[in-house]
Every structure is written in C-alpha cells, then in structure tokens.
C-alpha cells in the first residue's frame, strides 16, 4: 500500500490535486501499518486504523488536510510512540 499509495500522490501532485495529496497520505500509511501489523506488533494496527479514519476525515474537511496530517504523522507518532515505549521498554 505504501508503494502505491507514493506513486498515486505523485500522480495526484502532477495533476494539480493538491487537496487530496495530505488525506491520500495518511489513508495509505495507515494501510501499509494495518499491512506491517502482521509482522510486527500487532497494536500497529491501532495506529493504522487511526491514522486511517484522520486521512478520511480530512477529506471531508476540505482546507484541514494539513492539520490532520500533521496530528497523524507528528502528534499521533509521539503518543503511540510513548504507549509502545512504555508498554514493550518501558
């Protein structure tokens, strides 16, 4: 998913669709997380999901894709990160 996901952006960078370009990024990441849970652990899903329904929700809020991406990739990481941290390190 992450691979096509990538490519789909480009296209969608090419074509002028600047507006999906932030929803398309996190519903593929969280796909290729949902993906990755099987290999690594499986809470990964959770974050997968998540960032799944922020990048569906960002497209229905057109002009908000920048503020959900960055909760999914930078606010949604550090809390996740912090769980996992403390949950498998900790």
Known sequence: PLITGGLLI???ITRGYLGIVAPASLIF???ALVAASNYTFGVVKYL???QIALGLIAALLPG???LFWA????VLHII??????YKYDG
Do not use: K
């Not at 909760?71 to 930078?74: D, I, K, T, Y």
């Not at 996740?80 to 941290?85: A, E, K």
């Open 64 to 66: 908000y894709g920048l």
């Open 48 to 50: 997968g999901i998540l």
């Open 10 to 12: 480009a296209i969608f």
């Open 29 to 31: 990441y969280g796909l």
């Open 71 to 74: 909760l999914g990739f930078g």
């Open 80 to 85: 996740y990160g912090s769980i996992m941290y």
